[in-house]
């Protein structure tokens, strides 16, 4: 496996630019809509502990969904496959991330995947902790974990931002408590949601994150285990099934890598056994994804056959 170095990325950032101009930066959350929608950066990191990198690779955003397969490690850590996967189905839903639609239809009333927003608000609700303090500690120091970095924490700005806005994730918490998927403070629960999507993050250290999944929860560098292998091989299922959306399938076939978007930009994408790769590009196609980010991942994937299928 060739290692992509710094110049080819270079290359693959500036030919991925000029399709910044067909997306938008996410305003349904208002402080996300002060992105600079021509940021683009890319990193892969290696399991020697280098990196390569290329464009605004210092630019910092928030995990948002890519928070949400963390969660999901981190309950399924805490909790086990039975428990979890009582109040949260393994199904991809081919509905955009905040539809309410399936949870009317589907009996019972449990939402179909932990990727879309329904099934984290169920997931994130079995985080351990007392208070809602406590279960955002749990998770950020988590996230320090998977990334090395101690400095990791919440933008209490975009979290405030997403909590007084968050219409559709209180009609979702709401409904599944009337349904018994969720018990609890609902305020409490978007509370410690809001944060954990508004973790602070640079493309580095999303890569590192996607470096340990590569490596089925171990961080190669260190050698240290920090996610069970059978709970990161289900983690990186879902990415494929559910990771992007209703975009998913299409991503499969074009791209061919375990990744997990989110609304800041971001991208996490998983080489298996090779290397962990962290994306950002806040401009957005029609369902949420880095429209350029997903162009670079399409130019790497097509020139360096990366596709694991
Ligand atoms: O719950 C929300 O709507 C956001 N905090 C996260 C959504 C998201 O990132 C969807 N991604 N493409």
Redesign the pocket.
Known sequence: MACKSASELERTVNAARECIQYGNV?A??PALAKANKEDLAIALYYPDGTCNSAGDVNKRFTL?????VISLALALMEHGEKYVFSKVGMEPTGDP??SIAKLETTVPSKPLNPMI?AG?LAVTNMISGNTASEQINNFTSFVRKLTGGDHISYSSEVADS?FHT?Y??RSLGYYMKEHGIINGDIERLLDV??KQ??ININCIELAKIALVFAFDGTNPCTGERIIPAQIARICKTFMVTCGM?NASGEFAIKIGLPAK????GGILAVLPNKFGIGIYGPS?DD???SIAGLKMLEILSTTFKLSIF
Do not use: D, M, P
């Open positions: 996410a349904y959350i948002q969904s890519i928070s949400k991330f905040h927003n984290a997403e968050a559709l994730n949601y809001t999507c508004a959306y978007s989110g609304v800041s957005l369902k949420g994804n």
